[in-house]
């Protein structure tokens, strides 16, 4: 089946739109980089929000570790600090350390992991631990605390919502035992090494668990209706109270980061110790512990920082929860990103039909911004991630093929004009050739050997220093095309002096010298009547016509030209046509042979002849004689 430049066009602006809304539904693995380098993008333009001012850092700093001594400390230090915080108004105290070993420290008097195990019983204190996905660990001993928690489906789909954990690294017994709240710390990179979600729940032995930043949240407010609602494959929420938080298929909660590093306030452990930091810093506050001395800190890369401490993304789920503001793909994610992609394709490959690439590209162009500064607001506004790239690609790619559809079709229309155009030179010689042959039979076999004779020496020319950049291959073939009309203007000589069985008189030989003006007035008419300018085929048939009768040393008609201000069409034909002048019987001269023509005009080299060509013709001459002989 054959299709016109329009219908190809369509065709290749709906086919890529086709393949990427494909892609789109069914999220191939190999687009995975492109994927989270684009939410990167997006994340990067989106203005940070600020903190909720609800939660404070205590830092186990260098300065700390220089205050009180190397880490880990004894564990009825921890219990004074938890003790402090406690009476310094902390809403909660998160440790975001794991107590997985007995106190290093011995001494008489209570065991130090039974003095952090009292503090701890006092309340407001939430425990981290470490969920495991190895060989199912049995007997661990981990005494946790699992969360009551209803689970909403929509459909009755088997799959569980959540990562299946198989043990844990958890706090000592007795640490465990002395306080009812604790959490999994599991903060999971992707698989590009950046950390943009992290799991609020998981499950164990059929037990849901709470993340540690959930905990901490549930520990301070109380709230008993959790339930998760579970809206397709890739998408859940959690419900806490009168709270939604939205979550992927595996509920995870997308990040909204508040900045860099560093973006919620710090407090030194120090300070803390020393009784010398601010109770308005820590009254009513969740507090995190956690540390960031150097060769104990926990660090992850995130979009926007490549040394984000592991106890600051704790801090940033918990204000995400506190603040309702977490981002979300929404659960019609897919299809509306699809339905983008195919609704942009129709109407780029539209305007491309109808009205060209560059309304097509200036429309993709608008296009592709307002999808990308869209993606930026929702972000921005709402906390919606919906996702630019197949959108973009879609686009990018249907333009593309149109782009090649719609230069093959042009460039095949020009090729076609091209074809066109040759064949109309070719006539063009032709119609001028047969005139010549009208009047003069002898002047038409001439001008047509010259063709053959011409094509030979541009060739051997071609790679010459002088001649190398004017004879490329498409102009020795123009050349040789034209050559056959450098006498055309014979045909303005009278036939008495064309047809003359002997020598003419200098009167009669001055009118035949006018005959390369006759031809160059041909063309020039020809020229004027057509309203043609410029044209480069019509030039060098000038030169060819006018100036092969030119000498090298100045002495030759029309115009007394001398070197190589003769043009170098003109200096070619000079020997061309010379040689099958001479070398072909006239009604009042015998031929000279092949050998004594060569000798002729090697004899003119530097007078008659450029002795570059002359020297070219020498090194071709017996490639004359033969096509001399098959004449």
Known sequence: MRFGPGRLVVLCGLVPTIVVALLSLFRPALLANWRSGTYDTILRATPARPTSGDITIVDIDDRSLSSVGQWPWRRDVVGKLVSRLRDLGAATVALDIVFAEPDRFGGTGTPPDESLADTLRAGRVVLGYAMTFGPEAEGDGCKLQPISLAVVRRDDSPEEPFFQATGAVCNLPVLAEATQNSGFLNAAPDPDGLLRRIPLLMQRDGEILPSFALMSYVAVTGVRDISLHVHNVDSTSLVLGDRRIPLDGKANLLLRYRGPKRTFPYVSAADVLNGTVRADRIKD???????????????????????????????????????????????????????????LGII??????????????????????????????????????????????????????????????????????????????????????????????????????????????????????????????????LLASLAPLHDIGKVGVPDQILHKPGPLTPEEFSEMKKHPGYGRDVILHAEQHANVHDDVILTLAKDIVYTHHEKWNGSGYPEGLQGRTIPIPGRILAIVDVYDASTTRTLYRTPLSHDDAVAFIVKGRGSHFDPDVVDAFVQVSPGFKNLKAES
């Open 348 to 477: 780029a490959t539209l305007i491309v039909r109808r009205l060209g690439l560059a309304w097509g590209a200036a429309g993709s162009a608008a296009a592709l911004w307002l999808v990308w500064f869209g993606s930026v607001r929702l972000m921005s506004n709402n906390g919606i991630y919906l996702s630019p790239l197949l959108p973009t690609l879609g686009l990018i790619s249907s333009m593309a093929a149109m782009t090649v559809a719609r230069f093959s079709s042009e460039r095949k229309r020009a090729d076609k004009a091209g074809e066109e155009k040759a064949t109309s030179q070719r006539l063009m010689v032709q119609s001028l050739l047969s005139l010549t042959e009208v009047r003069d039979a002898e002047t038409g076999k001439h001008s047509r050997r010259t063709q053959e004779y011409t094509r030979l020496l541009g060739g051997a020319l071609a790679n010459h220093p002088n001649f190398r950049d004017y004879l490329t291959p498409d102009r020795i073939e």
């Open 285 to 343: 506050k969740i507090v995190l512990v956690g540390t960031t001395a150097l060769g104990t800190r926990e660090v992850v890369s995130t979009p926007l920082d490549t040394l984000f401490a592991g106890v600051e993304v704790q801090a940033t789920v918990a204000d995400n929860i506190i603040q309702q503001d977490a981002l979300q793909r929404p659960e019609y994610a897919v299809a509306l990103e699809t339905q983008l992609v195919v609704g």
